[in-house]
C-alpha cells in the first residue's frame, strides 16, 4: 500500500550556465530540469544560492518559485508500483527524473520507499485525481 | 466428477474437472463449434491449443471466446455466435454454393451495382457477418495499466522460456516472464507436466522474475515496448531485451475437406482423449510424420481410441500399435463429408484408397510462433525453443487456407491469377491471415502457396509476412483503458468561481468562466463601472540573462530596442514563414530582464518558440515559465483605478501609471506587477500575482468594488469588449498563413530591425499583393444577435469572397459589428455589396469602439 500526501515546499529555481547548475545540481532536494536549470525542493536560502551560482555566471537567476508547485508524496512498499501506473519513467534507486506523468510534465524526487511528485500548481488537481483514480486498489 | 451444469443454448451440460468449455460440450455431442465467416461452413474443434477460429463461442455474452481453452464454470451462459437461425441449422449456408457471387475480394467486385442497392445490402451484410453480438448496456471493466521495467522479458512459460527466465535471473537481471495461458495448461498430464510444474516453482521462488501467466503479449513497439495483457490488466513493459519462448503450433496444411468438423490436429485430439476422456470418434485415422505425432498416436491408443489406419513414413512403423493399420509413406489426399469427416482419400503406392472414420487426426509439422519477431525487425528479441525452429513448410493442395476469414485454395489460385503475386499482396487481397488466428495457422501456408509459385515469375516474393499487433486477441477495452485524454488546467481562482455560480467552459486547455450570470451585465459593468476578470490563464515568461534583450529583439517583429523599463508593448510572434502565430505584451524591467505574456492557449508554443530560438542563436539567456507561478487579475472599467486606490499605498495615476507602463505595486497586502492593458478597451490593470494569494486578492478587489457595483465578467462579456476595439484572437479570427499585412497588424512589425524571425519571408510577401485580409464589418438586417453570423460565409454578388470570424451584437454602438476575412481584388477590399447570411455587411474601420483611445487611456 501507498500514502498519498500534498503539500506546497519551498521551491527554488536557478537558472544559469551548466557550470552555474552543475554546482547545486547535487544539493538535497535537487532536481535538474535541463543543463542550465534546477529546481531545488525544500527550504534553500536563496541569498546564499545565489551568491554560489553567480560566481560562476554573474546573470544567473535564482528566485522562489515556490506557487507554481505543487508536491503529492506517495510513500509506503506501494509506491512505485502505483507511481508505474501514472507514468513510464523508469525511477532510479534515488535521485531525480523528469517527464509525463499522468500525461502532463512532472518533475520526480525518489528516495527509497517515498516518491515525490512536483507538479505545476495549475494541473495539481488532473494529477491527483489521475493517481486516485488510477491507483485507488493501493492507496491506504 | 461432475461439478455441476453450464447452460448450453437452453439446455443443460454437465461439467466435469478439469473440463475446458470445448471439452464438456464435445462430450455431449456438440460437433458443430462455429459457422465460418463468409461460407458458413460447419467448423469444429481443431487446434485444441487456443490459436485457431473453430471453437469460439460467446460465454456469458461475451462473444469470440476459444472454447478450448477456457476452463468450463458450472452456471456458464455458452451460445455460438454464428447461424441464423441457429448455428446446427444455418440457412445462410447458401453462400457456400454461391461461391460465385463471392469470390476473392468480392467486396470489391460484387454488391457494387445498381448503387442504390448498396444501402440495402450493406444492412444485409452486417447482419450476416460477425461472430457474436457485444452485449449492451455492460459497464466498462477496470483495466489496471502499469509500466514495468526490466532486463529480459520472457515470452511463453513452456519449458525452454522457464529455463530462459531462471538464467536471465541468476544472471543478476529482473526478469517479467508472460504467457497468454496458466503454465502447463497446454501440457497433457504425465512426466512432462510434473517436470514442468517443478520447474514453474522454481522460477516463481526466484524474487528477481514478476510471472504473468494468462497474459499475452500483443504487440512489440519502438523502444522496445511490449504490450502484454490479460482481461483486467495491460503492462507496458519496457525491456532491454526479449527472449520469444512461445513454442510452435501443429502446422496447418491446406487439402479438400482440410476444416471439416472431425478433423484433428494431434494436440487437440490426444488432450481430448488423456486429459478429458473423451473419445473424438468411433474410427480415426491419424496421419503423423513428426515424433510428436507418434507420441500422439500413442497417448490416442492408449485412451482407448479406436485407430483404425495410421498414415506413417517409413521409420515410425514399429511404433504403429497392431490394432491400427499402418499405411507407409501414404499421402492424405482429402477428407470427405458431408457436414462433418466420414472417411479419408490416401495415396498409397500411387492407388488411391477410401477410408471410413469419423476423425482425422493431424500431425504433420511444427509451425513456430514467431510473430513477435517478425513483428519488430531491429528490435533484441532472441528465439529460444521450439520458437527458434526453421519450422515446415506446409502442402497446399485444396482446401482452405484461412480458416478465419475462409480463403480457399481456389482463392488464392484465382488472386494469384488476378495479379497479387506475393504473400504480402495475397494477404491484403483475400484478408489471409488478418483473422482471429492472427496467421498462427495459415501464415505459412499462404507463404508456402506464394514461394511456389513465384519462381514462375519474376515479381514474385517469398516469404512470411510482416505480423502487425494484436499477436493475441484483446478486448478493445483492455486497449482503450490507458487512454485519458482529458487535462484540465485550473488557476487559484478555480473554487472561487464556482461558488459564486460561474458557468465554466474550455479554453486553451483550462477550464475557465465564460459567464457568472446575464453577460450583458458583465458587459455593462465594465464599459460603465467596474469588472474583475481572473486572466491567470495567460502564458507568463521571465526572459533574463545578458542576451534577453537581443533574443525579444530576434524573436518579434515588433520594435523593442527602445522599450524602457517600466514599459510594456504588443508584440507579434511570427514563424520563419512570417505568418503569425502569437501575440502577446512584453514588459521592460530595469535590470534588462523582460516578463512576457502571451496567449492562454500558445503558452506552450511560446516557451518552445523562446527555448529554441535561444539555442539556435547561440544566446545566454535564462527563461522561466511562470505560467503556473502567477496568478493574474484584471480590473478594467473606468472605476478600475477608484476600485484599486483604497488597497494600495501605491501611486496608481496617470502619471505614476499611465497606458502600456508596468510597476511593482502592492494591493490589499499583495506584492503585484500591474500592467496597464487596454484589450477591453477601458482603463485597465492587470495585476499578477504569486498563485497562492490569488483568493484572497480576488475577495479584497470585490469588496472593495461593491460600492462601485463591480461584477465579475466571463469570456462571454470579453469577447463583445475586445471585438469593440476590433482586437483580434490569434486563431479565432487569424488563418495559418495570415501574415501581419493580412491582419492589418504592421505597426506591429519594425522592417527597418536588421533580422527578426520570418522576415526574409516578410520581405518576400511584400512583392505579392495581399489575397485577403481580416477587417471589420458592420451588419444590416441581420439576426437581432449578430454572433450567429460568426463561422458564415461571406458573399459578394454570388460568390463567395470571405468568412465571418466574430459578430457580435453591440448594446453601446447600437448596431452589430465582426471581423472576417475578405478577398481583395487587385489589393482592395470590396466597396460595398456585402453580405454574411442575410445581412448587408458594410466593410468598417477598427477600433469600433473608442477609436481614439482615450478611455483606457484614462
Redesign the interface.
Given at each position: 500500500m501507498a500514502e498519498l500526501s500534498t503539500t506546497?515546499p519551498g521551491v527554488t529555481?536557478v537558472?544559469?550556465?551548466a557550470e552555474a547548475c552543475e554546482l547545486v545540481s547535487a544539493l538535497p532536494g535537487a532536481c535538474p530540469v535541463s543543463p542550465?536549470?534546477v529546481a531545488i525542493v525544500g527550504d534553500a536560502s536563496i541569498t546564499a544560492l545565489r551568491q554560489a551560482v553567480q560566481r560562476v555566471d554573474p546573470?544567473?537567476?535564482v528566485?522562489d518559485?515556490?506557487?507554481?508547485?505543487v508536491l503529492h508524496t506517495l510513500r509506503g512498499p506501494g509506491a512505485r508500483?502505483a507511481f508505474?501506473?501514472l507514468?513510464?519513467l523508469?525511477l532510479p534507486a534515488s535521485g531525480s527524473v523528469q517527464g509525463a506523468v499522468?500525461?502532463?510534465g512532472v518533475r520526480v524526487l525518489v528516495e527509497g520507499d517515498r516518491v515525490d511528485l512536483l507538479v505545476?500548481?495549475?494541473?495539481a488537481?488532473?494529477v491527483l485525481e489521475?493517481i486516485e483514480d488510477?491507483c485507488r486498489?493501493l492507496l491506504a | 466428477m461432475t461439478r455441476g451444469t453450464l447452460r448450453f443454448e437452453g439446455r443443460g451440460i454437465p461439467v466435469e474437472d478439469g473440463d475446458t468449455v470445448a471439452s464438456a460440450l464435445f462430450r455431449a455431442g456438440v460437433r458443430t463449434f462455429s459457422r465460418s465467416l463468409k461460407s458458413r461452413r460447419r467448423r469444429g474443434l481443431y487446434c485444441g491449443t487456443g490459436e485457431c477460429p473453430n471453437c469460439t463461442v460467446t460465454v456469458d455474452d461475451l462473444p469470440g471466446v476459444r472454447s478450448c481453452v477456457t476452463p468450463a464454470e458450472a452456471g456458464m451462459r455458452v451460445e455460438r455466435g454464428r447461424g441464423w437461425p441457429s448455428a446446427e441449422h444455418d440457412l445462410l449456408h447458401v453462400t457456400d454454393l454461391m461461391h460465385p457471387l463471392m469470390p476473392v475480394g468480392f467486396y470489391m467486385k460484387t454488391f457494387v451495382r445498381p448503387r442504390f442497392a448498396w444501402p440495402a445490402a450493406e444492412r444485409l451484410i452486417r447482419r450476416a457477418t460477425g461472430s457474436g453480438r457485444l452485449p449492451e448496456g455492460r459497464e466498462p471493466s477496470r483495466t489496471i495499466v502499469r509500466h514495468a521495467h526490466v532486463d529480459a522479458l520472457v515470452v511463453g512459460a513452456g519449458a525452454a522460456g522457464l529455463s530462459a527466465a531462471l538464467e536471465s535471473a541468476r544472471a543478476s537481471e529482473r526478469v517479467l516472464l508472460c504467457d497468454a495461458f496458466p503454465i502447463g495448461s497446454q501440457v497433457a498430464p504425465g512426466p512432462a507436466l510434473d517436470a514442468l510444474h517443478a520447474h514453474e516453482a522454481e522460477v516463481r521462488a526466484e524474487p528477481a522474475i514478476e510471472v504473468l501467466d494468462g497474459h499475452a503479449a500483443l504487440g512489440v513497439y519502438d523502444g522496445p515496448t511490449v504490450a502484454v495483457a490479460s482481461a483486467g490488466e495491460l503492462v507496458q513493459v519496457h525491456p532491454r531485451r526479449i527472449v520469444l519462448a512461445t513454442g510452435a503450433t501443429e502446422m496447418h496444411e491446406a487439402f479438400p475437406g482440410n476444416d471439416l468438423p472431425g478433423v484433428w490436429l494431434g494436440r487437440a485430439a490426444s488432450r481430448m482423449a488423456a486429459r478429458h476422456g473423451v473419445s473424438i470418434g468411433a474410427r480415426l485415422v491419424v496421419v503423423a510424420s513428426t515424433d510428436e505425432g507418434l507420441e500422439h498416436l500413442g497417448t490416442l491408443v492408449a485412451a482407448g481410441a479406436n485407430v483404425t489406419a495410421a498414415v506413417v513414413p517409413a521409420a515410425f512403423v514399429d511404433g504403429v500399435p497392431p490394432s491400427a493399420e499402418a499405411i507407409v509413406d501414404g499421402e492424405l489426399v482429402s477428407a470427405r463429408g458431408p457436414g462433418r469427416v466420414r472417411s479419408v482419400i490416401v495415396r498409397e503406392r500411387g492407388q488411391e484408397r477410401r477410408l471410413p472414420c469419423d476423425a482425422l487426426v493431424l500431425s504433420t509439422g511444427l509451425a513456430p510462433r514467431d510473430e513477435l519477431v517478425r513483428m519488430a525487425p531491429g528490435e533484441p528479441i532472441e528465439l529460444v525453443g521450439d520458437a527458434a525452429l526453421a519450422g515446415d513448410v506446409p502442402r497446399v493442395a485444396g482446401g482452405y487456407i484461412c480458416l478465419c476469414e475462409d480463403v480457399s485454395a481456389h482463392d488464392a489460385e484465382q488472386a494469384w491469377a488476378e495479379g497479387f503475386r506475393s504473400a504480402e499482396i495475397l494477404k491484403r487481397y483475400t484478408t489471409a491471415t488478418m483473422g482471429p488466428c492472427r496467421g498462427a495457422m495459415c501464415g505459412r501456408a499462404l507463404a508456402a502457396f506464394a514461394a511456389a509459385r513465384s519462381d514462375q515469375t519474376d515479381r514474385g516474393a517469398p516469404g512470411r509476412t510482416t505480423a502487425r499487433p494484436p499477436s493475441r486477441p484483446v478486448a478493445l477495452e483492455t486497449l482503450a483503458a490507458s487512454v485519458h485524454e482529458v487535462i484540465e488546467k485550473r488557476t487559484s481562482l478555480h473554487e472561487t468561481h464556482l461558488a459564486a455560480g460561474a458557468e465554466l467552459g474550455w479554453s486553451g486547455g483550462w477550464k475557465r468562466p465564460f459567464a457568472y450570470g446575464d453577460p450583458k451585465d458583465e458587459y455593462a459593468a465594465v464599459r460603465e463601472r467596474a469588472g474583475l476578470m481572473d486572466v491567470g490563464t495567460l502564458g507568463t515568461f521571465l526572459i533574463a540573462g545578458r542576451d534577453a534583450p537581443a533574443l525579444v529583439d530576434r524573436v518579434f517583429p515588433t520594435r523593442v530596442a527602445d522599450l524602457a523599463p517600466g514599459r510594456s508593448r504588443y508584440v507579434l510572434a511570427l514563424d520563419e514563414a512570417g505568418y503569425v502565430a502569437d501575440d502577446g505584451v512584453l514588459c521592460a524591467f530595469g535590470d534588462g530582464s523582460y516578463l512576457l505574456t502571451s496567449t492562454t492557449g500558445g503558452a506552450e508554443r511560446m516557451d518552445a518558440r523562446l527555448r529554441e530560438w535561444t539555442h539556435r542563436l547561440g544566446l545566454h539567456v535564462h527563461l522561466l515559465d511562470r505560467t503556473s507561478e502567477l496568478g493574474a487579475i484584471l480590473v478594467a472599467g473606468p472605476r478600475a483605478r477608484d476600485l484599486l486606490e483604497p488597497l494600495s499605498d501605491d501611486a496608481l495615476g496617470t502619471d505614476a501609471l499611465p497606458h502600456a507602463a508596468h510597476g511593482e505595486v502592492t494591493v490589499a497586502g499583495i506584492p503585484c506587477t500591474a500592467i496597464r492593458t487596454g484589450f477591453v478597451g477601458e482603463l485597465g490593470f492587470e495585476l499578477h500575482h504569486p498563485r497562492s494569494r490569488g483568493p484572497e486578492l480576488w475577495s479584497a478587489l470585490m469588496r472593495s468594488g461593491e460600492a462601485f457595483g463591480v461584477r465579475a465578467f466571463g469570456l462571454d462579456a470579453l469577447e463583445l469588449l475586445r471585438l469593440e476595439k476590433g482586437h483580434l484572437y490569434v486563431g479565432q479570427d487569424t488563418m495559418p498563413d495570415d501574415t501581419p499585412a493580412k491582419l492589418g497588424l504592421d505597426r506591429a512589425v519594425d522592417t527597418s530591425k536588421e533580422w527578426f524571425v520570418g522576415k526574409a519571408a516578410l520581405e518576400r510577401l511584400a512583392a505579392i499583393p495581399l489575397g485577403r485580409r481580416l477587417a471589420g464589418l458592420t451588419f444590416e438586417s441581420g439576426p437581432p444577435d449578430a454572433a450567429e453570423l460568426r463561422g458564415t460565409p461571406v458573399f459578394a454578388g454570388g460568390e463567395i469572397v470571405g468568412r465571418v470570424t466574430s459578430a457580435a451584437t453591440s448594446p453601446t454602438l447600437g448596431r452589430s459589428i465582426g471581423l472576417a476575412w475578405i478577398r481583395t481584388a487587385e489589393g482592395e477590399l470590396p466597396a460595398d455589396g456585402l453580405r454574411a447570411g442575410d445581412a448587408l455587411a458594410t466593410v468598417a474601420p477598427t477600433p469600433f469602439y473608442d477609436p481614439d483611445g482615450e478611455r483606457l487611456r484614462g
Open positions: 506546497r529555481a537558472l544559469g550556465s542550465v536549470e546573470d544567473a537567476v528566485r518559485v515556490s506557487d507554481g508547485w508500483e508505474a501506473r507514468s513510464e523508469e499522468a500525461r502532463v505545476p500548481s495549475m494541473l488537481t488532473h489521475r488510477e486498489e | -
